[in-house]
């Protein structure tokens, strides 16, 4: 027997067994199929159910595997359940039996429920097929297709729900359903059927007001949206209210009824509910949430708020100390639930169960209570009718654990708390959804102080911050630490930090022996609510070395498609395990982290851990590749140590112009020093040394001189390491690249010149003249911090000599403006401004932006050393506008700091003021300390 479920998310079960029907797309297949289930669904007509009108290359191909795995799937069920392939195209053959796909049951109650001959008999229908209903239909699946048919089914949901509503207002029933005629006339605004039901129950229940406000409200909409007035029907029922018709009112209920409304409890001596726990002792901070609760209730806003957020962050605590600060606003009593949607210890509680127990509550007789769950319901929101309750669900699982217990109207505070968003929750009632993250810093201290004293925290400052960052200011984890040192009051504090610094203690310290208070035990709750795949996509995230990470570097980690990785982020999200610190960038708690990584080392084999990791080094080189190629088109790339890497690659992000690398390499600056620590942790090397490569010009641009200094030596090292044939290349490039970034770093010496002399013996072996031409560069360099006029002269000159016989006419323009700069260096001006001007003409009919901007710069070099400062500083202002738009804040200040004498030498003082202090700015920024020192005494210097 197959049990398929489409009223919510797409489940299937074979004789009470859960089937795995694979990812997202795989699941909207099946859909596909279940929505026409025995008649041939043609693959075109698959393909663009699934993909759309624009399906990717390889959908054919992927429809095939996809529709294998289902038949394997749904092999168990035998004939209940078969996909064929016919001519027309592939089916899916059920059973007889129309009762094993919820969608097929709901219809046909509905459709037995509109032919019956007795209203009671239809009432009963309907509500059973609702009931159905889990959440939206096909849950998170998502194409074109998929929208449509999930609205055309949730049409046929709301009909139902209206017949239904109808025959509830023909029996005066009308308050079951008043919560949910609110959230479907939030929901369909324009629709006037619901508008006048819902008018017509605020009018029986006394809220003659509220029902001409809606009226108001639904005309005000119409005239807006579609210039059109409400129809004949609604406006003669405004009509009727205005004028008090009594054939609006509720008709009594007849001898024999099954569902009369109950009356209230007659036990007058029957003290209100007060179910309340004890309030919280200790509870800091949390100032913002609690005024948020505050307006629950309040005119136009939700009499429902969800409290969701981390396990152990203080969910529970804070609706407590909430409920108990506002009893007086709740003169008819408070009802309680522990849900244990999470519990490690206790199973997730039974609505049905809960509905009985808050019955006795509310006043009822145990006897006297109905035996079935929809009228023990009915009767549950008759009772709660009117009043002014609080009912405080904690805990909750999900929204289908908590929709049950909702009242029928909006008199009552319904106040959740969950580690789940409940986001289906927030869409059908309205609710106020209300996130709490950790505490901050100060609250922290302070709830520690509470507990241990002010005394013994004032005395250890600093091991009190200690265990404030190793529990990672969650409020359950500081409670079991303070519950430890006051167990130990002669134990120094530090002590105790020592072993929340520890990683592999971290979690112990944190273990109290009771599963309900370990946040090892409450993780282990959270982890164990989620489906297996996210489940192991929340491990290898927490394998990942950086603080946060992308969407696409996550596809690449677990070897899935963005969109199914996306949706489980959007699960890990809904549980709180995972956040986003900024748009589509993701990131867990470091307590989360520890926990997931020690489930993940159990449970995820090793082999798959390591491809994982490798599949995210493989993406950050693919990538940084692309984008290093688009910044420096003229540079050598790193392809160049593409030989010997392993065949599989994971795709390179679609990175189209410069704009948009500079942007993905901004994005991802934290990420590249730490994916070259994990390859080389892995043994990676020639992973390592592309990374090393096609960073540099970045963070060379970005000023971020210890970053690009970090990468040649890493780079280099990774080099030494290897043994295949081009070793030595790899070795000799790497070499001069370290040899350029400590010059740059203002740190000259012997060893950048030793680098130089490998490198240079290397390239004259090998006659590679290009990379030969590129050593001689940055030997000019060398020469010119050393003073050596001679020999700066003539590397500068030999580097143009070499690029000249090799065409590199790029290098040429670049090697002629090194020339002309150097010589205005040592005073011969008209011949350095001949070699600049013409590397600015060929930089410009290249295309060559970055030579564009050297060569402006070094024009204005070489008119500041000729006295001709008005040309200075229009040189300047032009090639601080090319080095602004090239986001290459490294050269940006130098410009500026010339820029700055320029005017300085025109008397221009406030304008050289101006310019030094934006210098200044950038070489702070970028730790540069030799030319902060300058900078410094040049505005002291300045009038």
């Known amino acids: 027997m197959i049990e398929i479920r489409v009223l919510g998310d797409v489940e299937a079960r074979i004789d009470g067994q859960d089937v795995d029907l694979g990812h997202a797309r795989q699941q909207t297949v099946f859909a596909a199929l279940l929505a026409d289930a025995g008649r041939p669904v043609p693959v075109e007509q698959l393909i663009t159910r699934v993909w759309g009108q624009d399906p990717p290359p390889g959908a054919r191909s992927s429809l095939y595997s996809y529709v294998s795995r289902l038949r394997t799937a749904l092999s168990a069920a035998g004939d209940d359940a078969q996909v064929d392939r016919r001519a027309g195209g592939y089916v899916l053959t059920l059973g007889r039996d129309a009762a094993q796909v919820d969608l097929h049951r709901f219809r046909e109650l509905a459709g037995l429920a509109r032919a019956a001959a007795r209203e009671e008999v239809a009432l009963t229908l309907l509500q059973e097929g609702i009931d159905l209903w889990r959440a939206d239909a096909l849950g998170g699946l998502d194409s074109p297709w998929v929208d449509e048919v999930r609205h055309s089914w949730h049409l046929d949901r709301l009909r139902a729900q209206l017949d239904r509503n109808d025959l509830l207002l023909r029996q005066g029933r009308q308050a079951e359903r008043l919560g949910e005629l609110i959230s479907l006339a939030r929901l369909h605004p324009l629709d006037e059927r619901v508008v006048a039901q819902l008018m017509l129950t605020l009018y029986r229940e006394g809220r003659t007001a509220q029902a001409l406000e809606q009226y108001d409200r639904t005309r005000r909409t119409l005239s807006e949206e579609m210039g059109t007035d409400p129809g004949p029907e609604l406006k003669d029922l405004h009509l009727r209210i205005l004028d008090a018709d009594p054939g609006l009112e509720a008709p009594s209920p007849e001898p024999g009824t099954t569902h009369p409304r109950p009356d209230p409890p007659q036990s007058p001596t029957l003290p209100l509910p007060s179910q309340l726990p004890a309030r919280p002792r200790h509870l800091t901070g949390r100032e913002n949430e609690r005024a948020v609760l505050d307006t629950l209730h309040a005119p136009d806003t939700a009499s429902v708020a969800v409290v969701c957020g981390l396990g152990g962050v203080g969910k529970t605590s804070l609706a407590l100390r909430w409920a108990h600060d506002n009893l007086a606003r709740f003169p008819d009593g408070q009802l309680y639930v522990n849900l244990h949607g999470f519990s490690p210890s206790t199973p997730a509680a039974s609505p049905r169960t809960v509905v009985h127990d808050f019955l006795i509550a509310l006043g009822m007789d145990a006897k006297a209570i109905p035996t079935s769950a929809e009228a023990q319901a009915g009767l549950y929101r008759s009772l709660l009718a009117g009043k002014r309750m609080l009912l405080l669900l904690d805990n909750a699982r999900d929204a289908e654990q908590v929709r049950p217990l909702m009242p029928g109207d909006s008199s009552c505070v319904v106040l959740i708390t969950s580690r789940d968003r409940l986001s289906g929750l927030v869409a059908t009632e309205g609710a106020q959804s209300l996130t709490l993250g950790p505490l901050t810093s100060a609250d922290a201290r302070q709830l520690l102080a509470a507990r241990l004293g002010e005394d013994r925290t004032a005395a250890e400052p600093h091991a009190v911050e200690a265990i404030v960052t190793g529990c990672g200011r969650l409020p359950l984890a500081l409670a079991i630490a303070a519950a430890g040192a006051a167990g130990s009051p002669h134990l120094p504090l530090s002590t105790i930090a020592s072993r929340l610094l520890e990683g592999e203690t971290r979690l112990d310290a944190l273990d109290t022996g009771e599963l309900d208070t370990s946040l090892r035990s409450v993780l282990d709750a959270s982890h164990q609510a989620l489906p297996a795949a996210a489940a192991r996509l929340l491990g290898l995230l927490s394998l990942a070395p950086g603080q946060d990470i992308g969407l696409p570097a996550t596809a690449a980690l677990a070897g899935l498609t963005v969109a199914r990785t996306c949706a489980l982020l959007r699960r890990l999200e809904s549980a709180h395990l995972v956040h986003q610190p900024a748009p589509g960038r993701h990131e867990l708690h470091d307590l989360v982290r520890l926990h997931a990584r020690e489930r993940a080392q159990a449970e995820i084999p090793a082999p798959e851990r390591h491809d994982a990791l490798r599949d995210l080094i493989g993406f950050y080189v693919q990538t940084s590749a692309v984008a290093h190629r688009l910044l420096g088109p003229y540079e050598v790339p790193s392809s160049v140590a593409e030989a010997g890497t392993p065949g599989h690659q994971p795709h390179a992000l679609a990175l189209t112009d410069e704009a948009a690398a500079l942007e993905w390499f901004t994005t991802e600056r934290a990420w590249i020093p730490a994916a070259v620590r994990l390859a080389a942790d892995r043994g990676?090397?020639?992973?390592?040394?592309?990374?090393?490569?096609?960073?540099?010009?970045?963070?060379?641009?970005c000023g971020h001189v210890d970053d690009f200094l970090g990468l040649g030596r890493a780079g280099l090292d990774a080099a030494t390491r290897m043994r295949d044939a081009d070793a030595g290349?790899?070795?000799?490039?790497?070499?001069?690249?370290?040899?350029?970034?400590?010059?740059?770093?203002?740190?000259?010496?012997?060893?950048?010149?030793?680098?130089?002399?490998?490198?240079v013996h290397h390239f004259e072996a090998t006659g590679d003249h290009v990379n030969l031409a590129h050593s001689h560069e940055v030997l000019t360099l060398a020469s010119l911090l050393a003073q050596d006029e001679d020999a700066t002269l003539q590397h500068a000159q030999r580097a143009l000599e070499l690029f000249r016989s090799a065409g590199e006419r790029q290098w040429e323009a670049a090697a002629l403006n090194n020339l002309g700069w150097c010589l205005a260096r040592f005073g011969q001006y008209a011949t350095a401004r001949h070699h600049c001007q013409a590397a600015l003409d060929s930089s410009r009919a290249l295309g060559y932006t970055a030579g564009e901007a050297a060569s402006l710069d070094s024009l204005g070099y070489v008119a500041t050393r000729a006295g001709d400062h008005a040309a200075a500083v229009d040189h300047y202002r032009e090639a601080l506008r090319v080095h602004q738009a090239m986001k290459d804040t490294y050269e940006e200040a130098n410009t500026l700091s010339g820029l700055a004498e320029a005017h300085a030498a025109l008397g221009d003082h406030d304008s050289a003021r101006t310019a030094w202090k934006a210098a200044l700015a950038l070489y702070r920024a970028q730790h540069r300390t030799d030319r902060v020192t300058t900078t410094q005494a040049r505005l002291r210097a300045t009038p």
């Open 729 to 759: 290349t790899l070795t000799a490039l790497m070499r001069r690249r370290l040899a350029y970034a400590l010059l740059l770093a203002g740190r000259p010496g012997q060893e950048p010149l030793d680098h130089l002399a490998a490198a």
């Open 684 to 701: 990676l090397h020639r992973e390592v040394w592309r990374l090393c490569w096609d960073g540099h010009l970045y963070f060379r641009r």
